[in-house]
C-alpha cells in the first residue's frame, strides 16, 4: 500500500475519531440536561451516575487513541468541552500530548493544570522533550522538574535550551546508542539484546572512541546480516553526514531530504558526540515552518486557536489589516487623482479592477516562488539578476498574452480599439511591477533579517494595486480622455 493511501486512512480515522468524541460530548450534554430538569427521588445520585457512565464511556474512547490524535481533536474542540476531554486523558499520557498540541491550544490545557500536576507530566518526558515544553511552563515548575533530573540529566537540559529554536541543537535528542570500533560484531549483538528496546528511528549505530569522538556509523542492516567475527571498524562508515548543534535546522532539513536520512549524528567542535536528529524532529520541523510561513503570507503574527476569544483573536490580526488599511488609502488617493478621466470615461471603473487583481495574483505566484527557492538555498547573489531577468520576460510573455485577450474583451465590449490597447499596456506594464516587487520585497526582507514570507502577499498587493490603478489611469488619461 503506498504512503499517500496510508496517509488518507490515516487522516480519515483521525476524522471519525473525532467524530466520535463530539457525538459523546454532546450525547452527556443532552443526558445531563434532560437528567437535571427531572423532578425525582435521589436526583442527585440519578445525575451523578448517569454523568459517570458517560464520562467513562469518553474516556475509553480517549484510551484508544494516539497522543497526536488526542491532540487533534483538543485543537478542533471549543473551550469548555476541549477542557472536559482533556480532563479524562489519563495523566501518564499528558506530557506526550502537551508536545503533540499546538502551541496556542497548549496554553489553555496548561492554563487549566495545577503546578503539580505539570511537574508529573513534564517528568515523564525524556530531556529533549521538556526544552521543547519548557517555553511554556511556569517557572516553579521547571525548577521542581530541573531538581528531579539525574545530574547528566541536567546537563542535557541545560544544552538543549541554549540553542535558538531554528537549530540542530533544538531539534536533536539523546537517546542514541553508541559502540566502540575495537569490538566486534558479536559483542555489538549481545550488547543490544540486553537493552529493554532500541530509540525509535534506531538505522545506525554510532561510533566513538573512549572520548566519545565519533569515528563513523555502523548501520543496523550491516551489523544483522555480516559475520559476528568482523570487527565494527571494518565495517562502518566514516564519511556520514555530521551536524552541529548551532547548524541553521533548514539546512539539517535540506540534508534529510537530499540523502534520505532517517536518523543523523550531532558533534560538537572538538568532534565529540553530543545527541543526533531524527527523522521524526525534521518532519516535525518542516511542519512547523510551513504552517508559519502560511500564517506570515497572511499576516497574521503567531498560530491562532480557533476557539480562542474574539478580543484576542482580532489582536492577532490587527498589525497586517492597519497595513492593509493604509495602503487601501493610498489606493484610493491614486484612483481620486483621475476622477476627472473616470467622470469622463465611466468604462475605466469597471475595467481598473482586472488590471490591479491580475496583477497581485502574478506578483503571489513570483513572491511564493521566490520565498521557497530562498527557504531551500537556492538563490544567491551570484543568480539573482538572472532569476529577475526570468521572472521580468515571465511577466512580459504573460501581459502580452492576457493584454491582448483583456484588450480585445474591452474593445468589443465598449467598441474602442484604444481603449483595447489601453489595456493591453497596462496590464503588461503592472505584470512588470508585481514581477519586479515580487522578487525585491523577500530579498529586501531577509537581507535586513527579516523573514521574507511576513506580510509579503499583502505588500504586494497593495504595491500591485496602487500601481495597476496609477498606470492603467495614467494611460487612459494621456490617450483617451
Known amino acids: 500500500m503506498s504512503p499517500e493511501v496510508d496517509e488518507a486512512k490515516s487522516q480519515e480515522s483521525v476524522q471519525q475519531s473525532l467524530q466520535q468524541v463530539m457525538a459523546l460530548l454532546q450525547k452527556h450534554r443532552l443526558v445531563e440536561q434532560l437528567v437535571h430538569r427531572q ?75 495545577a503546578p503539580e500536576e505539570l511537574v508529573a507530566a513534564t517528568e515523564q518526558l525524556d530531556t529533549d522533550e521538556i526544552a521543547d515544553l519548557a517555553p511554556d511552563l511556569p517557572e516553579e515548575v521547571i525548577e521542581d522538574v530541573f531538581q528531579a533530573l539525574s545530574v ?12 535558538p529554536e531554528d537549530s540542530v541543537g533544538a531539534l ?24 529493554d528496546d532500541l530509540p525509535d528511528h534506531t538505522d545506525q549505530l554510532f561510533v566513538v572512541d573512549r572520548n566519545e569522538v565519533l569515528q563513523g556509523v555502523l548501520p543496523i542492516g550491516r551489523v544483522l546480516v555480516t559475520d559476528p567475527d568482523r570487527l565494527v571498524i571494518d565495517l562502518m562508515l566514516v564519511d556520514a553526514v555530521r551536524l552541529k548543534p548551532h547548524d541553521d535546522a533548514e539546512e ?10 532517517v536518523s543523523a549524528p550531532v558533534v560538537d567542535d572538538h568532534g565529540q558526540l553530543v545527541g543526533r536528529v531524527t527523522v521524526a524532529a525534521v ?10 510561513e502560511m500564517l506570515n503570507l497572511a499576516g497574521l503574527r503567531e498560530d491562532e486557536d480557533i476557539f480562542s476569544s474574539v478580543w484576542k483573536s482580532a489582536q492577532n490580526r490587527w498589525t497586517w489589516l492597519a497595513i492593509n488599511l493604509v495602503t487601501a488609502f493610498i489606493a484610493s488617493r491614486v484612483i481620486g487623482l483621475f476622477e476627472g478621466s473616470i467622470e469622463k470615461l465611466v468604462a475605466l471603473a469597471a475595467l481598473m479592477p482586472i488590471v490591479a487583481g491580475i496583477g497581485g495574483n502574478s506578483g503571489n505566484q513570483t513572491i511564493t516562488m521566490i520565498v521557497r527557492a530562498m527557504a531551500l538555498g537556492q538563490i544567491q547573489r551570484a543568480n539573482a539578476k538572472a532569476l529577475l531577468t526570468k521572472e521580468l520576460l515571465i511577466s512580459l510573455l504573460n501581459g502580452l498574452v492576457w493584454g491582448s485577450i483583456f484588450g480585445v474583451f474591452a474593445m468589443l465590449l465598449y467598441h474602442s480599439w484604444a481603449l483595447g490597447l489601453v489595456m493591453m499596456a497596462a496590464m503588461t506594464l503592472n505584470l512588470l511591477v508585481a514581477a519586479s516587487f515580487g522578487v525585491f520585497i523577500p530579498m529586501l526582507m531577509h537581507r535586513f533579517g527579516r523573514d521574507p514570507a511576513v506580510g509579503s502577499s499583502v505588500l504586494i498587493t497593495a504595491i500591485t494595486d496602487s500601481g495597476g490603478f496609477f498606470i492603467f ?4 488619461t494621456l490617450f483617451l480622455v
Open 39 to 113: 423532578d425525582m427521588p435521589r436526583h442527585e445520585l440519578v445525575e451523578t451516575l448517569v454523568h459517570r457512565q458517560n464520562l467513562a464511556e469518553l474516556q475509553q474512547k480517549l484510551a484508544e487513541l494516539h497522543p497526536a490524535d488526542v491532540a487533534y481533536i483538543l485543537e478542533a474542540l471549543p473551550l469548555e468541552e476541549r477542557l472536559i476531554v482533556w480532563n479524562l486523558v489519563k495523566a501518564d499520557r499528558d506530557g506526550e500530548i502537551l508536545l503533540e498540541a499546538s502551541d496556542a491550544v497548549r496554553a489553555t490545557l496548561i492554563a487549566d493544570m
Open 152 to 163: 547528566e540529566e541536567r546537563e542535557q537540559l541545560r544544552a538543549a535550551m541554549s540553542y
Open 172 to 195: 536533536m535528542d539523546f537517546d542514541m546508542v553508541t559502540v566502540r570500533e575495537d569490538v566486534t560484531i558479536e559483542v555489538v549483538l549481545r550488547y543490544l539484546r540486553r537493552l
Open 252 to 261: 539539517a532539513a535540506q540534508a534529510f531530504e537530499r540523502y534520505d536520512l
Open 283 to 292: 518532519v516535525d520541523f518542516i511542519r512547523d515552518q510551513s504552517d508559519s
Open 473 to 476: 489611469l495614467g494611460l487612459a
